[in-house]
């Protein structure tokens, strides 16, 4: 079955038609796109199944050498509300002198609508889900018992899937039944690809993205980061955190989960995650709000608290137990990916060997783990910089002087390992640098659009730091494979539509 045919009918639409766009702009200069758009145009779907739905699809992450984790939610509609209906509005207080204070005043819906009526939302509803499984080609489906979904966490479901093959590729069903003797719903299709043991040579491509502002898409369908990936073929991809915008419309719990259902009901994100398998890391702006810490005192957010935001993240990704943890895929790679904002001190408090971003437990954690590895590469996936260069007025990460203390110890214990490197998110603009000090390397993926491109001055090009400098958005690359048996780590910046801006290649030592 195409992996279209697998979306409500309303879905398909989108999803083609993606295709159709994508195809009829390069028609003009390739003739050889012709056959396929024409193919494409047949494709447009007559029907579609009976509810519950799945219009935020789902997603596939975790994934270990024998396990993942599946998560999905279940919706009222085969797709998301339409941009015609009405937005949400914040009203701030005032003072004296009828300026703007941050304190919230009222939270208005018009004509007395809810957030499920709302512009863009997927009103979620009661129902059981199950997955089928499979590695590619076998005949038979493993699958899970079928399982209620939560209202309480915004009508969502994980499964754990286990003891799975290494190195392969699942087909994966996700099903849906209104009740245990209802009609079948809704179903999805798709696939996942399982890490290679750790002592397998192999060929490994991830993705890594970050800065996915909704008001900054830059495709109908979405953003144009996430077929322009799937043509990469990707193992796996890594959201370094920013994947939503809480601050300016998260005021409650149910508005924070609106921000979740209406980016992942985009056809391009949707139709990604099907295809390819996740690591999710959050940031500030997917915790609460911007350069947030767990003590942090702010009337900006009015009900929606620091403690909702850790829990909403959890309901609405695939994660396991902790939020930070290291995954190994074959003989040559082994990825880190770090919590930033659960355990660290206040940004305004002093600087000196107390103050942290990761925590202890965390950073004894990182460094045990990361002498224990005998993977050929190492790579530390940060939510935010640790070498930077970054604006002076910033005062959040580790390449800012506020947390200079603890930085300079990271960097210092990263210089000291063999082959290893920091990716990182959360800047606005693709950069590589090396820190001066201790040689640490570091690869900034930049934001997932142009329109959510800045923050820097494309001409303050650092020579002491920067090898590669570039205001723009798309996406970060890398691929490990060997070559007469020599392995090689090479990363490639990428505009959204593709191109390759700059290549690095790295060979042990």
Excluded at 298 to 327: A, C, E, N, W
Excluded at 495 to 504: L, W
């Amino acid at each position: 079955m195409p992996l279209y045919r697998a979306y409500p009918a309303a879905i398909q639409h989108d999803v083609i038609l993606q295709g159709l766009n994508f195809m009829f702009k390069r028609l003009s200069s390739c003739s050889a796109f012709l056959p396929a758009f024409l193919l494409l145009a047949s494709m447009l779907p007559p029907c579609q199944a009976e509810g519950p739905y799945q219009a935020t699809g789902f997603k596939v992450g975790e994934v270990t050498s024998s396990t993942a984790i599946v998560w999905t939610r279940l919706s009222l509609r085969p797709e998301r509300n339409g941009f015609d209906l009405p937005m949400v509005e914040i009203r701030y207080a005032t003072n004296s002198q009828g300026r703007r204070k941050r304190a919230v005043e009222e939270i208005i819906y018009p004509n007395d609508v809810t957030v499920s009526d709302i512009r863009d939302a997927v009103p979620g509803t009661v129902g059981q889900v199950r997955v089928l499984f499979r590695p590619k080609g076998v005949e038979k489906w493993q699958q899970t018992d079928w399982e209620s979904v939560d209202p309480g966490e915004d009508f969502t479901q994980q499964f754990q899937l286990r003891k799975l093959t290494p190195g392969i590729t699942y087909d994966i069903q996700i099903d849906t039944q209104s009740s245990p003797d209802g009609k079948t719903g809704q179903s999805l299709e798709g696939s996942f690809q399982t890490a290679p043991l750790a002592k397998t040579p192999a060929r490994v491509v991830f993705t890594v993205s970050t800065g996915q502002a909704y008001n900054d898409r830059d495709d109908e369908q979405g953003y144009e980061i996430y077929p322009t990936m799937l043509n990469l073929k990707p193992n796996f991809f890594v959201h370094t955190g920013d994947i939503i915008y809480y601050d300016r419309l998260a005021k409650t719990e149910a508005l924070a989960h609106y921000h979740w259902q209406r980016t992942y009901s985009l056809p391009t994100n949707v139709l990604f995650h099907r295809q390819v398998s996740s690591y999710f890391i959050k940031d500030d702006h997917d915790s609460w709000v911007n350069d947030c810490w767990p003590t942090m005192k702010t009337k900006y957010m009015h009900d929606f608290t620091f403690v909702r935001g850790l829990k909403i993240f959890r309901h609405q990704v695939p994660m396991g137990r902790s939020t930070y943890r290291t995954r190994r895929w074959g003989k040559d790679l082994q990825i880190w990916m770090v919590e930033g904002r659960d355990f660290r001190s206040a940004n305004t408090d002093p600087d000196g060997p107390e103050k942290t971003i990761w925590g202890e437990k965390q950073k004894e954690w990182f460094k045990r783990t990361v002498r224990q590895s005998d993977a050929t590469f190492k790579v530390l996936v940060s939510p935010t910089p640790l070498v930077g260069p970054d604006r002076d007025n910033k005062n959040d990460n580790h390449a800012n002087k506020g947390f200079t203390h603890e930085g300079n110890e990271l960097r210092e214990f990263i210089a000291s390992q063999q082959n290893m490197v920091v990716v990182c998110g959360d800047r606005h603009w693709q950069y590589m640098s090396v820190d001066p000090r201790t040689g640490t390397r570091e690869y900034s993926c930049g934001p997932a659009s142009d329109k959510h491109a800045g923050g820097w001055q494309q001409d303050d090009y650092r020579k002491e730091y920067h090898r590669y400098l570039n205001v723009t958005g798309g996406f970060l690359s890398a691929t490990v494979e060997r070559k007469e048996g020599t392995p090689s780590l090479t990363f490639r910046y990428h505009d959204s539509d593709g191109t390759v801006n700059f290549t690095d290649v790295l060979n042990p030592h």
